[in-house]
């Protein structure tokens, strides 16, 4: 469920993580989880579903986009703009940014936007899921968005074997190295917490990150327990 902790703000669960604390309660799982579609929906792919103005840098009025549910789905009656940004607030993976009564989705955008990220603190190295089998295809041919506006980075080989394996029962993983490709004029936005952006990354940059890498049997050896 969503909390909110007087101290430390909103979070998600029980406690507050950083002081245990109970917290004021928000909304229901099912409710969070379900709003959270929402937001997604209308931030990353289709504005015009809810009929909310979306600028060219990915902001919406989240008060706005609380009425425009509130006329569509009667049972959301009580839903406010501030609720958007406690989903918002609790999200680890800082997939939104809340400014004001602006929010926006900071990755995962399939309609064209100029988005004004922050490029600065750039890690050394970045990391990207990709099929076994697709892996020499890219250390050849570099990497593009496909179907989306932008390639996925992740922070780390954790995050990216995480990000992968949504689609890909044992992803392997390609390692960035960003100092050279920021050297070299290429642009990298910090979006969420473990997100990075980029138009596209020539093979120039990439290395194969091998399955004996210790963070990669790290993971697959969680993944053979669960």
């Not at 604390?21 to 997604?40: Q, V």
């Not at 504005?47 to 840098?57: G, Q």
């Not at 049972?75 to 406010?80: A, G």
């Amino acid at each position: 469920m969503l909390r909110q902790c007087r101290t430390h703000g909103h979070f998600s669960g029980h406690n507050c993580p950083t002081c245990n604390a109970e917290g004021k309660f928000i909304m229901s799982d099912r409710e969070a989880n379900s709003l959270g579609r929402m937001l997604a929906l209308v931030l990353r792919h289709a504005p015009e579903k809810f009929e909310v103005e979306m600028d060219i840098n990915g902001w919406v009025n989240s008060r706005e986009l609380s009425e425009a549910i509130q006329k569509q789905r009667r049972h959301y009656h009580w839903l406010r703009g501030w609720h958007f940004s406690a989903i918002a607030n609790a999200d680890e993976k800082g997939r939104y940014q809340v400014e004001g009564d602006m929010i926006r989705a900071t990755y995962g955008h399939s309609i064209e936007l100029e988005l004004d990220l922050p490029t600065d603190d750039i890690p050394e190295a970045l990391y990207w899921p990709c099929e076994p089998d697709n892996v020499s295809t890219h250390l050849e041919l570099g990497l593009t968005a496909g179907d989306r506006k932008h390639v996925h980075l992740s922070r780390s080989i954790a995050n990216a074997m995480e990000a992968g394996h949504v689609r890909i029962h044992r992803p392997a993983v390609i390692e960035i190295d960003t100092t050279r490709a920021v050297a070299d004029g290429f642009t990298i936005w910090r979006a969420g917490t473990t997100v990075f952006l980029c138009e596209e990354m020539p093979p120039d940059y990439l290395y194969h990150v091998g399955d004996d890498d210790p963070a990669i049997q790290e993971i697959v050896s969680i993944w053979e327990e669960e």
